[in-house]
């Protein structure tokens, strides 16, 4: 999924990059998007082949979707996530970046990416950032990239 092929949409006030088409959504997912959230589970000294989520990824039907922030659930294992050895704390590394991409957004009419969502419990897997930053600009709606099994 090139960004030359990738439409720009507007809704309530915000820019996105979407795909629309459930193949390409799906390429993005298992091929970008999977290497950060393996990444993470490394980080986090879990094994990636282990990890719920991860494995069910190839399985999933993705479409998208626009959805209000409201609908969404947060996983408290990330929000809370701190590693004290690693002097790493999930909420203060958000907020930092929360306030980087609200600037971003207000100064330069920076363009998201839509919210990944876990349609079954319509939980947030990726865009912890990008959700905060919605609920700060006091944004009710998103684009998501929602997958299904």
Known sequence: MG???TPIRRLEGMTYWVCEDPEGIYDFVNREIRREWEEDARFERRDPAQDEWLTTLTKRKWRLE???LAQINLNP???????TKRRYNFSESLAKRRKELQESIKMYAAVI???VI???DMQLVDGYCRYDTLRAMKVSKTY???GSL
């Open 118 to 120: 876990r349609r079954e």
């Open 144 to 146: 998501a990239y929602a």
């Open 77 to 83: 294992d990330i929000t809370n996530y701190v590693d």
């Open 113 to 115: 990416w839509p919210l």
């Open 3 to 5: 960004l030359l092929n």
């Open 66 to 68: 626009t959805l209000d």
